[in-house]
């Protein structure tokens, strides 16, 4: 079996070839583009690890080869585009996949089990967010990327937790842990209806070199927590069985031995969500 990593020299690009290496699967890495068609010769699949920005332009480029192609979250910067992936995806019967590890988590499997054994009546959900490695410079000068990438992930927890459901507002408040010129720390505060809340502390200069990623849900009658008993030192280790998962599944998906979930409408709120708190970020300068 081989697979094309684009993007294989990044952060994300070269864990995900280890990963798949690790599986027994012969990797074809490339950079930013994918310009020379020969790359593509019997590839069963392909992993897109390369900035938002070049997502839409790869993911149209490769649906009519028919293979499955698995995008690193978030899929695309906007509803028009993450609409357009998917519809000519499945013009051409391509499946297509976004990596939001944290749903293959077992300890949030856990909780949200647990959550529907409380009939989903939560009041409040707090998520706290820290990265580890602190992106470089370069990456932080992304426009709005506390938001179009990084608490991406938190938003999209969310949505999991919550069955989809949006928002009725969100306000953030923004600081600078590290870096005086960009934004790296904000507080996502997002109002639901009969007073529910979410709060996200998210950052992505982490001045401990910790990585932290800690969940709690209130309920009226109990408080679920992630278990945080494990040392975390980067997001890879401490989400290193879900990766594993996700790149387990796309595999067999690459096999014609499985089939992706549906992801259309967690994408598209996702996206909303993104361009809401970018929104209020707006508001707050």
């Given at each position: 079996?081989?697979?094309c990593?684009?993007?294989?020299n990044?952060?994300m690009?070269?864990?995900?070839?280890?990963?798949?290496?690790?599986?027994?699967?012969e990797?074809?890495?490339?950079?930013?583009?994918?310009?020379?068609?020969?790359k593509?010769?019997?590839?069963?699949?392909?992993?897109?690890?390369?900035?938002?920005?070049?997502?839409?332009?790869?993911?149209?480029?490769?649906?009519?080869l028919?293979?499955?192609?698995?995008?690193?979250?978030?899929?695309?910067?906007?509803?028009?585009?993450?609409?357009?992936?998917?519809?000519?995806?499945?013009?051409?019967?391509?499946?297509?996949?976004?990596?939001?590890?944290?749903?293959?988590?077992?300890?949030?499997?856990?909780?949200?089990?647990?959550?529907?054994?409380?009939?989903?009546?939560?009041?409040?959900?707090?998520?706290?967010s820290?990265?580890?490695?602190?992106?470089?410079?370069?990456?932080?000068?992304?426009?709005?990327?506390?938001?179009?990438?990084?608490?991406?992930?938190?938003?999209?927890?969310v949505?999991?937790?919550?069955?989809?459901?949006m928002?009725?507002s969100i306000?953030?408040?923004?600081?600078?842990l590290?870096?005086?010129?960009?934004?790296?720390?904000?507080?996502i505060?997002m109002?639901?209806?009969?007073?529910?809340?979410?709060v996200?502390?998210?950052g992505?200069?982490?001045?401990?070199?910790y990585?932290?990623?800690?969940?709690?849900?209130?309920t009226?009658?109990?408080?679920?927590?992630?278990?945080?008993t494990?040392?975390?030192?980067?997001?890879?280790?401490?989400?290193?069985?879900?990766f594993?998962?996700?790149?387990d599944?796309?595999?067999?998906?690459?096999?014609?031995?499985?089939?992706?979930?549906?992801?259309?409408?967690?994408?598209?709120n996702?996206?909303?969500?993104?361009?809401?708190?970018?929104d209020?970020?707006?508001?707050?300068?």
């Amino acid at each position: 079996m081989k697979v094309c990593v684009i993007g294989s020299n990044g952060r994300m690009g070269s864990f995900r070839t280890k990963l798949l290496e690790k599986c027994g699967v012969e990797v074809i890495g490339v950079d930013i583009g994918v310009n020379d068609d020969s790359k593509t010769d019997g590839i069963d699949g392909f992993v897109i690890a390369t900035p938002l920005s070049t997502h839409k332009d790869l993911v149209l480029h490769l649906a009519g080869l028919g293979k499955p192609i698995f995008i690193e979250k978030p899929m695309a910067g906007t509803v028009s585009d993450i609409t357009e992936m998917f519809d000519v995806c499945e013009q051409y019967n391509t499946p297509l996949y976004t990596g939001w590890q944290r749903r293959m988590n077992t300890n949030f499997q856990s909780m949200k089990y647990d959550l529907e054994q409380q009939k989903n009546d939560w009041r409040q959900i707090k998520i706290v967010s820290y990265d580890n490695p602190t992106p470089p410079p370069h990456v932080l000068d992304i426009p709005n990327y506390i938001y179009s990438d990084y608490a991406g992930h938190d938003l999209n927890e969310v949505l999991w937790l919550t069955n989809n459901e949006m928002p009725e507002s969100i306000q953030v408040f923004e600081s600078s842990l590290k870096y005086k010129d960009k934004i790296d720390n904000s507080l996502i505060v997002m109002s639901y209806s009969n007073g529910r809340r979410v709060v996200i502390d998210a950052g992505v200069a982490n001045p401990n070199n910790y990585y932290g990623q800690e969940l709690e849900i209130f309920t009226p009658s109990i408080v679920l927590k992630s278990d945080n008993t494990k040392p975390r030192y980067s997001f890879p280790e401490h989400y290193n069985q879900a990766f594993s998962s996700e790149i387990d599944l796309f595999i067999n998906v690459c096999k014609g031995l499985d089939i992706f979930p549906e992801q259309y409408q967690q994408n598209i709120n996702t996206a909303k969500l993104i361009q809401m708190c970018i929104d209020a970020s707006v508001k707050v300068k």
